[in-house]
Nanobody, 128 residues
Framework: QVQLVESGGGLVQAGGSLRLSCAAS????????MGWFRQAPGKEREFVTA????????AHADSVKGRFTISRDNAKNTVYLQMNSLKPEDTAVYYC?????????????????????WGQGTQVTVSS
């Protein structure tokens, strides 16, 4: 069982930056690949970025490439999402998710059904 708690959301002007954090409970954080998803009002949840359990493999949605960076600190049981050059269309609730992948050091998934645990979400609002 893993519990995930996101923080760091807020209101920012277009072009600004935010850093989201996701703190995980439990002693097996390094067994999980981690991902960030987002959901805007009236839209489906969409993949943003993911990182393998060792941090050696990454995946990004085309819409955030070059602007968003995912990282993790397994010693702190935390995954981060650094968001730069934010745009109004980045406005959404951002969710952290964990995918149990103990046998693959490079596994990253872009599909939300493959994730086992989810945080409660944190709101990011980008004003124009």
């Amino acid at each position: 069982q893993v519990q995930l708690v996101e923080s760091g959301g807020g209101l920012v002007q277009a072009g600004g930056s935010l850093r989201l954090s996701c703190a995980a409970s439990g002693r097996t954080f390094s067994s999980y690949a981690m991902g960030w998803f987002r959901q805007a009002p009236g839209k489906e949840r969409e993949f943003v970025t993911a990182i393998s359990r060792t941090g050696g493999n990454l995946a990004h949605a085309d819409s955030v490439k070059g602007r968003f960076t995912i990282s993790r600190d397994n010693a702190k049981n935390t995954v981060y999402l650094q968001m730069n050059s934010l745009k109004p269309e980045d406005t959404a609730v951002y969710y952290c998710a964990a995918d149990f992948a103990p046998y693959s050091s490079s596994s990253v998934s872009t599909h939300h059904p493959e994730y086992d645990y989810w945080g409660q979400g944190t709101q990011v609002t980008v004003s124009s």
